[in-house]
């Protein structure tokens, strides 16, 4: 089992930032992809993005390029996803999932077996 859990999260004005951690515990293996979902109030689950832990590569969507920054703590198993230049249509909340690999498939919920509990994200005008 792997076991993940956001912290961050809250309320900010549009044009602030946040940063939300993501962190990966359990039987994880050497390598494994851990991206963040968004879902806004009366939507749909959307991928925002993805990094390949002990690989290479990261993945962000193109609603959230240049504003929006994926990274990671190695040693601690953390993922961070660093909100810039927010707007209200990024209130949502979001969870972090993990699977084997970041491939073609990285922005498709449906290929994810493990998830965070989610933390709310609310932006005001």
């Known amino acids: 089992q792997v076991q993940l859990v956001e912290s961050g999260g809250g309320s900010v004005q549009a044009g602030g930032s946040m940063r939300l951690s993501c962190t990966v515990s359990?039987?994880?293996?050497?390598?494994?992809?851990v991206t963040w979902f968004r879902q806004p109030p009366g939507k749909g689950r959307e991928a925002v993005a993805a990094?390949?832990?002990?690989?290479?590569?990261?993945y962000l969507a193109d609603s959230v390029k240049g504003r929006f920054t994926v990274s990671e703590d190695n040693a601690r198993n953390i993922v961070d996803l660093q909100l810039d230049s927010l707007k209200p249509e990024d209130t949502a909340i979001y969870s972090c999932?993990?699977?084997?690999?970041?491939?073609?498939?990285?922005?498709?919920?449906?290929?994810?077996?493990?998830w965070g509990q989610g933390t709310q994200v609310t932006v005001s005008a």
């Open positions: 359990g039987r994880t293996y050497r390598r494994y992809c």
């Open positions: 999932a993990s699977k084997t690999y970041c491939d073609i498939d990285w922005d498709d919920p449906l290929k994810y077996a493990y």
């Open positions: 990094l390949f832990h002990g690989g290479e590569g990261t």
